[in-house]
């Protein structure tokens, strides 16, 4: 299904969208009676949603029957991110301070009892655009799933407790022309493959498919492993090189493994590049980053705290090692809060953004970010 998109006039929609994040939040408070405060679902039956993953964000929403064959879910989002990047070389500091405010709307149509249709909407006020994130059609033979149309391929995981995410999402990709096979098996093993058409494509070979498969299994309640390849990197959505025409095909490859039991939480994931980008310096030309995080949740409270560390490398405009503590706030089941801190350290000489012309070296970044999320 080709992506699709749409131009809105102006800034009117992030104006509308920061209105809508105000009311609902005091219309939700407002509800309750008084000298009551919000608190979260019980963790036991049924979670607030918090985005562990990009798949259960882009699937987050309460689901709404508007027709008995017609589901939709929103999602409301505000973000402030504060940057403050340090030289070794002098005692100048630059400050970046960006706002941002996305909605999305999911729709799914149940066609009949083996077939829906899914598309997802998503709004961003930068820049400033309307498009499809997705839109796909999906038939169901249990155990088997065949997906067509605009998805994400089945490579990564990217978990992570922040509001930020991991470095290793620059293997996040997005394909707007894919067919998915699924296979699950008893709730303990999914797998996922694709073939798609992809952005980019090696000089002389044509427009050719490429492809991606993932893994995962769960041996135990609470604890799961997976792998997952894709055969061109540079597909990914962050677009590791400049033109859709290159020498040489670079696969990737990732893994994951991660546990919680009812109070505490662990995941580990890397992902690598397989090759070299000839086109790409040598000093970026084969990314890799891996991230770890730990997580707790205070019994009968309604907030977390999580932990990070992670590194990476060859990964233009990234720090080399990254770590920070984060916290969610779930003011009830619908509206969540999070606050994170970041800092990061560049061991070698990094190139800085044209908003930050005043730096030739960059080597600690120190960033402080908050989100409001509304879920309806």
Request: hydrophobic share 40%; with cysteine; proline share 5%.
């Amino acid at each position: 299904m080709p992506s699709s998109s749409v131009q809105p006039t102006g800034h009117g929609i992030a104006t509308v969208i920061l209105i809508l994040l105000s009311s609902t939040s005091i219309h939700a408070l407002a509800e309750l009676p008084a000298g009551a405060m919000p608190t979260p679902t019980s963790r036991d039956t049924e979670r607030p949603a918090i985005y562990r993953t990009p798949q259960e964000k882009r699937e987050s929403g309460l689901q709404r029957e508007l027709t008995p064959w017609l589901q939709f879910s929103g999602l409301i989002e505000g973000e402030v991110l504060t940057h403050r990047a340090q030289t070794d070389s002098s005692n100048a500091t630059a400050t970046l301070r960006e706002k941002s405010a996305t909605l999305q709307l999911g729709f799914i149509a149940l066609l009949n009892e083996r077939t829906e249709a899914e598309v997802i909407l998503q709004y961003d006020s930068d820049p400033d655009r309307i498009e499809a994130e997705e839109a796909f059609i999906s038939f169901d033979f249990e155990p088997f799933e065949l997906s067509l149309g605009k998805q994400f391929t089945p490579f990564g995981l990217y978990y992570s407790n922040f509001i930020t995410g991991p470095m290793l999402e620059f293997g996040e990709t997005r394909a707007p022309h894919m067919a998915q096979l699924s296979f699950a098996y008893a709730d303990q093993l999914e797998l996922n493959i694709a073939a798609y058409d992809g952005w980019a494509q090696p000089q002389g070979q044509g427009d050719r498919l490429d492809w991606a498969i993932g893994f995962e299994h769960l041996p135990l309640h609470g604890f799961s492993w997976g792998l997952s390849y894709q055969t061109d990197l540079a597909d990914a959505d962050e677009h590791l090189i400049e033109d859709n025409r290159y020498a040489q095909r670079v696969s990737a490859l990732s893994g994951f493994v991660s546990g919680y039991t009812e109070y505490f939480g662990c995941s580990f994931e890397i992902l690598s590049a397989m090759g070299e980008f000839q086109e790409q310096d040598a000093k970026y030309n084969r990314p890799q980053a891996w991230n770890l995080e730990f997580s707790y949740f205070p019994p009968a409270m309604d907030f977390d705290v999580a932990l990070r560390l992670e590194m990476s490398r060859e990964l233009e405009d990234q720090p080399e090692v990254q770590y920070g503590v984060a916290t969610t706030w779930y003011l009830n089941r619908q509206i969540i809060v999070m606050l994170e801190y970041l800092h990061g350290r560049f061991r070698t000489e990094t190139d800085v953004t044209e908003r930050e012309e005043s730096f030739s070296e960059i080597q600690r970044v120190n960033s402080l970010n908050a989100k409001l999320s509304i879920e309806f």
